[in-house]
């Protein structure tokens, strides 16, 4: 990963989006969302983690990569920080979930993530509950070796890209 690799998906809004959920946020291909969840920000996206580019999906797969995440709707944007990891599969179908623990499964696209459903700006998730459709714009990074030595060097290379 010698560049930077980025990846874009469209997803829509839902009238059910609450965004309270403490630990994750999440995006889904699937096109109806109940009440109960409460992590889902985005749903009919065009793409599912198996739908990436193989490449992006390789280098996410490190314990040195840095996803940075750009959400927008309407003016609203934010922008989230995440590590990848050697142990991240990443072939769900139709997830793809940010978390802010280092849990993984095969939905998981980036862990120590800086926001949650619930931390992201409630202007913006008021946009993506009212505009028809949200950008979500990823690129990948990785950490230089000389930076991930301790944990606040690793978090001062995250905080350049906010």
Same mark, same amino acid.
């Given at each position: 990963?010698?560049?930077?690799?980025?990846?874009?998906?469209?997803?829509?809004?839902?009238?059910?989006?609450?965004?309270?959920?403490?630990?994750?946020?999440?995006?889904?291909?699937?096109?109806?969302?109940?009440?109960?969840?409460?992590?889902?920000?985005?749903?009919?996206?065009?793409?599912?983690?198996?739908?990436?580019? =193989?490449?992006?999906?390789?280098?996410?797969?490190?314990?040195?990569?840095?996803?940075?995440?750009?959400?927008?709707?309407?003016?609203?944007?934010?922008?989230?920080?995440?590590?990848?990891?050697?142990?991240?599969?990443?072939?769900? =179908?139709?997830?793809?979930?940010?978390?802010?623990?280092?849990?993984?499964?095969?939905?998981?696209?980036?862990?120590?993530?800086?926001?949650?459903?619930?931390?992201?700006?409630?202007?913006?998730?008021?946009?993506?509950?009212?505009?028809?459709?949200?950008?979500?714009?990823?690129?990948?990074?990785?950490? =230089?070796?000389?930076?991930?030595?301790?944990?606040?060097?690793?978090?001062?290379?995250?905080?350049?890209?906010?």
């Amino acid at each position: 990963m010698n560049n930077q690799q980025c990846e874009r998906l469209i997803c829509s809004g839902h009238p059910n989006i609450r965004a309270l959920h403490q630990s994750t946020f999440e995006i889904t291909k699937e096109e109806s969302l109940t009440y109960s969840g409460t992590c889902i920000i985005g749903v009919h996206a065009d793409r599912g983690l198996c739908d990436f580019n =193989p490449e992006f999906i390789h280098s996410l797969a490190s314990d040195t990569a840095l996803l940075v995440t750009k959400l927008s709707a309407g003016k609203e944007t934010c922008t989230i920080t995440a590590r990848g990891s050697s142990r991240m599969t990443l072939n769900h =179908p139709t997830d793809i979930v940010w978390r802010r623990s280092s849990y993984i499964d095969n939905r998981t696209i980036g862990i120590h993530a800086d926001f949650t459903a619930k931390t992201l700006p409630r202007e913006l998730i008021s946009a993506i509950i009212e505009e028809e459709k949200m950008t979500v714009d990823m690129e990948l990074f990785t950490i =230089p070796e000389e930076e991930r030595s301790s944990a606040l060097q690793i978090q001062a290379f995250f905080h350049r890209f906010l």
